[in-house]
């Protein structure tokens, strides 16, 4: 079997002297944060039900990059946001990711065995099991957002509450990934398939960033900055898995690779090429950086971050 995805901490002198050390360092300090946070909000298996918190609690803590987490983290940080208000929400969109990944390897989708190098959801468990550990991980990003904790105004809560139902719904993700399956039996052209995927992957990476402007109730040009650096960054990272699918590895990925074509899926590296996929991403690269011109050096993670995923192999 696969390693589980994580980031590890590097510790050798060698590993020090890699490209984005620094970054990677907060990224593994970041997602160790973010696990803690889970750990404390997710339901403990217990009663009739437990098995669906088992569930929830294998899809969860199964490794992954927390990079929504990261986004949270480091766009909150920007304007000085209290980490335990940004690392609840990081926490919700961490759990609402992890149910859009249950459901999108159950067979009546992508039908994948293997996620974050362990057997997926639906094959350690069961199908039905699986749908509902998704619901739940979905309903339980809205109870986190809503509590008092997240932040003391209800207008605040109540605006994060909207905005990430706006980007997980029909207008964003749940919407991209019905235009994905229908796209296996009707081709797409170049700007359809900007527009998926926008929707499937990129309206969360949007939510992300935002919260942080909405945490601080930041003012109305923030929020446009934050928007554009993660409508951006969101192109940008599926760009760069669909580059995994085309070159990557079982081994490194921990999910299946080489399926997307095999599956008729609609991505900007069949339409682009390999070589034009990645030309492509590193020019989202560098507008997504200049969209945070502003934030002068406090901004330099997110400028790195979009550079460091373009050559990623998990
Ligand atoms: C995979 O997301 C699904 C997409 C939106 C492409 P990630 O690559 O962030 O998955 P994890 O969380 O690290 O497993
Ligand atoms: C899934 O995109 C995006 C989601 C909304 C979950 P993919 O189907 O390409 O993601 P992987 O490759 O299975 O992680
Ligand atoms: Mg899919
Ligand atoms: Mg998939
Ligand atoms: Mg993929």
Redesign the pocket.
Known sequence: MSRP?TLSSPDSSAERAQPFFGLRMKMHVAARQVEDMLEQILPQPAGLHSRVHEAMRYAIFA??????PFLVLSCAKLFGVEGSRSLRVAAAIEAL?TYS?IH?DLPCMDDDDL??GRPTTHVAFDEATAVLAGDALLTIAFEILSDPATHPSADVRCRLVAELAKAAGSAGMVGGQMIDMLAAEQPLGYNETVVLQRMK?GALFEFCCEAGAILAQASPDDHDRLRNYARDFGLL??IT?DLLDAVGTVESAGKAVAKDQQQGKATLVSILGVAGARQEASRLAQRAGASLEPYGADADDLRDLPLFLIDRDA
Request: glycine share 12%; no cysteine; hydrophobic share 25%.
């Open positions: 995805v490794g992954g990059k927390r990079l929504r990711h990944l999108d996620r974050r992957t990272f599926q898995d």
